[in-house]
């Protein structure tokens, strides 16, 4: 297995799933907080809010990667505020990568997350409530167990959309092999060098594959979700 690819694809291919990871740990809390707010919550702004969190999925993905160099860049406000209080740096940095990542995977996360949410019986929240339970005992007693499977299946799209991420990448963070060439940008690369096909067309297999299971994983636990949310 280790000389189906080669090192700089194998380093291409941990890299994105180390890329993958930390954009869906550290994105699922907002994922489940905008999730939650547009399934429960009656607000002024809701439709607002809504339309930002899907605006990654029908915009260009060069565009999202554009206003990530603009905001996140070493120059951007919150680049600087980042470095300055954490020492934190995305751009050109694999971190970088992992925020283009998440950002393009938001919208997925949350539509699952939303979709589990809304499927659960209103009277069984209403039933807690009655009973005396507090909105935060409602949701951690009640609303999270019966939405925990749609919770998995957004993470897994998150994940798998992290996996394949490719047109934000490369505008916010560029192609650096090591640094910031993940799956997709090594296919690219490979497209683009004499004789890369073979190379290209086995990462691309391997894409297809975690795409194919992500899809079998969430699909399942978004079945079971929908049962659950029944009581």
């Not at 799933?17 to 399934?39: E, H, M, N, R």
């Not at 951690?140 to 939405?147: I, N």
């Not at 993940?182 to 060098?193: G, H, P, Q």
Request: overall charge positive; hydrophobic content about 55%; glycine content about 10%.
């Amino acid at each position: 297995m280790t000389d189906w690819l080669g090192p700089a694809e194998w380093t291409a291919l941990w890299l994105s799933l180390k890329v993958a990871f930390w954009a869906t740990l550290c994105s699922l809390p907002f994922g489940f907080a905008a999730a939650y707010a547009l399934s429960r919550g009656q607000f002024w702004g809701r439709q607002a809010l809504n339309i930002l969190v899907h605006l990654p999925l029908v915009m260009p993905p060069v565009v999202t990667g554009y206003l990530l160099l603009l905001g996140f860049g070493r120059t951007g406000p919150l680049g600087e505020a980042f470095e300055a209080l954490f020492g934190l740096v995305f751009a050109f940095r694999w971190t970088g990568a992992a925020l283009a990542a998440a950002i393009m995977g938001f919208p997925l996360m949350v539509r699952a997350i939303r979709l589990s949410l809304d499927a659960i019986d209103p009277g069984l929240e209403e039933a807690a409530s009655t009973l005396g339970a507090s909105r935060l005992r409602v949701l951690r007693t009640v609303t999270l167990p019966l939405a925990w499977p749609g919770l998995l299946a957004g993470a897994v799209l998150g994940f798998a959309k992290g996996m394949g991420e490719f047109g934000a990448t490369i505008t916010f963070v560029s192609n650096i092999p090591g640094q910031t060439q993940t799956l997709a940008l090594s296919i690219d690369t490979l497209l683009e060098v004499p004789g890369g096909e073979p190379l290209a067309l086995r990462l691309a297999l391997v894409s297809i594959a975690i795409a194919a299971v992500a899809l079998i994983i969430s699909e399942a636990l978004a079945s079971r979700a929908r049962v659950r949310g029944r009581g």
